[in-house]
């Protein structure tokens, strides 16, 4: 989720040789505090920015931020290097004290009896959020991490405001915006998409689908279900100039004996992911040429401080570097409304 506007203070752009005058009338986010004791420790913004779970633009933007706040320059970067500054060196220990006094409060405002369960929708079994759940219980077995199912990000974020649900997964892009304002987010996977075919379907036989052959299909996407919008929206911005129907609302089949049933009536080819859980009498084909993306990241609400939610995003964020899953295919094709919002940007 993007950081407050920046609010540049009404003096001449530059840096001077101490912090700015007029600090005390000003706030300063201490988040911004913690990415530059990250940076001043890993001398890296790329190794920074994977501790710290965020985009590396969204980190470096943060650290201009803070130079502007205090109007000190903090780095002196390079393409090889990033090295501290003296007004940078001057500002760790102070930063490490304002951080040290945050941790204390939160700890002595967190209670001492047991941590509430933290509710986390997984969406369905089988899917990139049931992994990060299960590396999070091992993460931290001392918490109480339930699933939930609630099929679909938009349906998802209702519940979160609602303070029904703590965590999801999901496409943020696709939200009203004015929800994206209450929710954090972190990237977790560019998750290639697929399509499930009937299994005698003219195209199951492809080991995958081009794009440019479902010209002429109608596929569906969750049309008409209010809880898989963001879902729907991303389908629409794919089919778009290529030929392919969005097959119109349907109610949702649910449970395998549905959907088997469902696809032998309908017979529409179903958008999905890569990791769609098999369904009988069906095949799931990768779809390429480009491989479209669908953009998850883990969502819970702004201001909840929750050891789950911790270790959830230490599980995104390890699964992530070890599966490759934000590189993102020379081919790979998202809207460029998520590449701002996976970004941090928007």
């Known amino acids: 989720m993007p950081a407050p506007a920046d609010r540049s203070p009404d003096r001449s752009p530059g840096f001077s040789s101490g912090f700015s005058s007029g600090l005390p009338h000003r706030h300063l986010d201490p988040r911004l505090l913690r990415g530059f004791l990250v940076v001043a420790e890993e001398l890296h913004f790329t190794r920074a920015a994977i501790r710290l779970y965020v985009a590396q633009q969204a980190l470096s933007r943060d650290i201009r ?47 001492d009896g047991p941590e509430r369960p933290l509710l986390v929708d997984v969406n369905s079994p089988g899917l990139v959020s049931g992994r990060v759940l299960d590396r999070a219980r091992a993460l931290a077995p001392d918490c109480e991490l339930m699933a939930r199912f609630e099929s679909g990000l938009t349906g998802a974020a209702g519940e979160i405001l609602a303070g029904r649900l703590d965590a999801s997964f999901g496409r943020l892009a696709g939200l009203d915006p004015a929800v994206r304002a209450r929710l954090e987010q972190q990237p977790v996977r560019y998750e290639p998409m697929a399509v499930v075919l009937p299994e005698d379907h003219h195209l199951a036989g492809l080991d995958a689908v081009p794009l440019d052959a479902l010209a002429g299909e109608t ?14 929206d991303l389908a629409l911005h794919l089919f778009e100039g290529r030929g392919i129907a969005l097959a119109p609302p349907a109610p949702l089949a649910v449970g395998a004996d549905e959907f088997r049933r469902v696809m032998a009536k309908k017979r529409n080819p179903v958008l999905a992911v890569v990791d769609f859980p098999a369904m009988p009498e069906t095949v799931r084909k990768p779809l390429v040429g480009p491989v479209p993306l669908s953009p998850v990241s883990l969502v819970w609400r702004k201001g909840l401080v929750h050891p789950g939610i911790d270790a959830l995003r230490r599980a995104a964020g390890e699964l992530a570097a070890e599966e490759g899953w934000l590189r993102r295919p020379a ?15 928007d």
């Open 331 to 345: 081919d790979g094709w998202i809207p460029a409304s998520d590449e701002l919002v996976m970004a941090g940007q």
């Open 219 to 232: 596929v569906y996407a969750g049309a008409g279900n209010p809880r898989t919008r963001e879902w729907t």
């Open 65 to 111: 931020r803070l130079e502007r706040e205090l109007g000190a320059e903090l780095f002196v970067r390079t393409t090889r290097q990033v090295t501290p500054t003296a007004d940078g060196e001057r500002l760790v220990p102070y930063a490490r004290r304002v951080l040290e006094a945050q941790d204390a409060l939160l700890s002595a405002f967190a209670g």
